[in-house]
C-alpha cells in the first residue's frame, strides 16, 4: 500500500472588488518567490497537483485558492 505525503499552496487572489488570478505570477514572498514558482518548483520535486480550490472570504467573494500536492513518502 503506498503512503503519501501532502503539502500546500495557498495563494491570496482577493482583489478590491474582484478576484485577481494574476497575484499568482506576481505577488512575491517574502523569499522572492510567486506561488507560481513555488508549484514549478514542486512538480520538479515529484510533489503532483491533486487539487485547487478557491476559499471564500466574507461576503462571498473568493479570497484564497489552495493548491494541494501529493508525493510518495520515503519508505526510510
Do not use: C, H
Amino acid at each position: 500500500m503506498a503512503i503519501w505525503e501532502y503539502t500546500l499552496v495557498v495563494s491570496e487572489v482577493g482583489g478590491t472588488f474582484r478576484v485577481d488570478i494574476g497575484k499568482v505570477w506576481q505577488s512575491k514572498a517574502v523569499d522572492g518567490k510567486s506561488d507560481w514558482e513555488r508549484v514549478q518548483r514542486l512538480g520538479a520535486e515529484g510533489w503532483e497537483l491533486v487539487s485547487a480550490y478557491p476559499v471564500a472570504r466574507n461576503g462571498g467573494g473568493t479570497g484564497q485558492v489552495v493548491w494541494v500536492f501529493k508525493r510518495p513518502k520515503d519508505a526510510a
